[in-house]
C-alpha cells in the first residue's frame, strides 16, 4: 500500500493553464506538506497544514493554493501556469508538526510548463 | 533562513571504495535529517541525529552530528551500487520550529 499517494505523476501543459495535483495519505497523520525541487534538485518547501489548517506558507505566488478537505487529503492548485513552475511538487506527511519527526514523501509530480 | 551547504555537490566513485559527504551551516540545529532520494522517486529518511557529537550506524552507513550542532558528516563504507542517489541533510532549527530546512543534496554514483 502506498502511504503517501500524488496524482497525477506527469503533467505537461501549456502556459496560462490552470491544473491540481492531488495527495493523499493513508497513514493517519496529522500534518502535510507540498515540497517544490527544482531543476537543480533543491527540496523547498511551500505550504504545510495540521489538521486541515494552513501553519507554513512560504513565499509562494498566490497562483498556488492548497486545500486540504481532510486531514488525509492535501490538494494542489496552481492558476495561471507560467514556465518557471516547471518542477517537481511532492507531497509528504508527518504524524504531527513537531521537528524531528520522520517526513514520508509521495513520488513526485513532475510538472512541465511549455 | 538557514542555510545547508553539503559537498560535494557530485561524487562518482568504483564499487568498493569508501566516502564522506558533508553537511555544514553556520547556523545550531536542534536535530538533523539525512534522506536518501532515487530517481524518479520521493526522499526517504536515513536518519535523526539530535544530540551534539552523535554518530549513528545504519549497516554500511556512519552519521555523525557535530558537537557544536551545526554541522553532520555522513560516511560509507565498501559503497555498492544500491547506494546510487542523491544524499540530502535536512536542519530543523531551535526548539519549538518545525520547518525543516534542506540542503542542495550530493548526487552519489556508484560504478560496478
Known amino acids: 500500500d502506498t502511504a503517501v499517494s500524488q496524482t497525477p505523476k506527469y503533467l505537461v501543459t501549456q502556459m496560462g493553464n490552470d491544473k491540481s495535483i492531488k495527495c493523499e495519505q493513508n497513514?493517519?497523520?496529522?500534518?502535510m506538506y507540498w515540497y517544490k525541487q527544482d531543476s537543480k534538485k533543491f527540496l523547498k518547501i511551500m505550504f504545510s497544514y495540521n489538521n486541515k489548517e494552513l501553519i507554513i506558507n512560504e513565499t509562494v505566488p498566490n497562483r498556488f493554493s492548497p486545500k486540504s478537505p481532510d486531514k488525509a487529503h492535501l490538494n494542489l492548485h496552481i492558476n495561471s501556469l507560467e514556465l518557471g513552475d516547471s518542477a517537481v511538487y511532492f507531497c509528504a506527511s508527518s504524524q504531527d508538526f513537531r521537528g524531528g519527526n520522520t517526513i514520508y514523501f509521495g513520488e513526485g509530480s513532475w510538472l512541465t510548463v511549455v | 533562513t538557514q542555510l545547508l551547504e553539503q559537498s560535494p555537490q557530485f561524487l562518482s566513485i568504483q564499487e568498493g571504495e569508501n566516502l564522506t559527504v558533508y553537511c555544514n551551516s553556520s547556523?545550531?540545529?536542534?536535530?538533523l535529517q539525512w534522506y536518501r532520494q532515487e530517481p524518479g522517486e520521493g526522499p526517504v529518511l536515513l536518519v535523526t541525529v539530535v544530540t551534539g557529537g552523535e554518530v549513528k550506524k545504519l549497516k554500511r552507513l556512519t552519521f555523525q552530528f557535530g558537537d557544536a550542532r551545526k554541522d553532520s558528516s555522513l560516511h560509507i563504507t565498501a559503497a555498492q551500487p544500491g547506494d546510487t542517489g542523491l544524499y540530502l541533510c535536512a536542519g530543523l532549527s531551535g526548539a519549538g520550529s518545525y520547518q525543516l530546512t534542506f540542503g542542495k543534496g550530493t548526487k552519489l554514483s556508484v560504478i560496478p
Open positions: 497513514l493517519g497523520h496529522d500534518t
Open positions: 547556523s545550531v540545529f536542534s536535530s
